[in-house]
């Protein structure tokens, strides 16, 4: 157990729907990242916030959008679901000792995923 | 953007060495690289990273080629519990924004 906790686990929908996505980080983490997980894009990094702030953007779509809250609690919004926007999505988290500069000197924890079926 | 390249699969028997090799011919001074695994049905974790020098943990050894165009993950004694998929990634920390680019991952399969 990371101390990551994502919910919902699994989560099915349609196309053109909206969902969102929540995620702790570990007590005392302030940098939340979230990634993407399908089977023929690989894994991919979304966003990363550090302590509220948008830190950087990796391969996230314009549909999607992400918030940290100031408990440290992150959401990920996906907006105008896709067939292709099925797949697992990861919440990671790290101390952030360096300010988000350089989040990847931080060691990340994984959460276990929510699995998004858009149908 | 720097890119690695990485065997998609690999095979090894329990207890023995496992050299995995990542390609990164276009790596540049201020790249990081990092070694994140994901087992079966769980989220990544993290293994080891380094920029020049050889690196040294209790799971792994990372050993960077001295031009830094490749590196490679090794496994001392590979036991089942390693069978995972490994990923090669690069860092580039350019100020405050970043780029990560992942490899497609190698499978390791560990026979016992």
């Known amino acids: 157990d990371s101390g990551v906790t994502q919910t919902p686990k699994h989560l099915i929908t349609a196309t053109g729907q909206r969902v969102t996505l929540r995620c702790s980080p570990r007590s005392g983490d302030l940098s939340v990242y979230w990634y993407q997980q399908s089977l023929d894009q690989g894994l991919q990094f979304l966003i990363h916030y550090y302590n509220g702030e948008e830190r950087a953007k990796g391969n996230i779509l314009e549909r999607f959008s992400a918030q940290q809250f100031p408990d440290l609690h992150s959401e990920l919004n996906l907006s105008s679901l896709e067939l292709g926007d099925s797949a697992l999505y990861f919440c990671?988290?790290?101390?952030?000792?360096?300010?988000?500069?350089?989040?990847?000197?931080?060691?990340?924890?994984f959460g276990p995923g929510t699995r998004l079926t858009v149908l | 953007d720097a890119k690695t390249t990485q065997p998609n699969s690999m095979e090894s028997n329990e207890e023995e060495p496992v050299h995995l090799p990542c390609n990164h011919s276009t790596i540049s001074g201020t790249d990081y690289i990092h070694w994140y695994r994901q087992l079966p049905s769980q989220g990544p974790e993290y293994v080891i990273h380094g920029l020049t020098s050889n690196v040294n943990n209790r799971m792994a050894s990372l050993a960077i080629a001295e031009d830094r165009k490749s590196s490679t993950l090794i496994l001392h004694r590979a036991t089942l519990r390693d069978a995972a998929v490994y990923y090669c990634i690069l860092l580039n920390s350019g100020g405050s924004n970043y780029k990560l680019t992942f490899g497609k991952g190698t499978l390791l399969t560990v026979n016992p």
């Open positions: 990671a988290s790290s101390e952030g000792l360096t300010g988000g500069a350089l989040p990847w000197w931080d060691t990340q924890y």
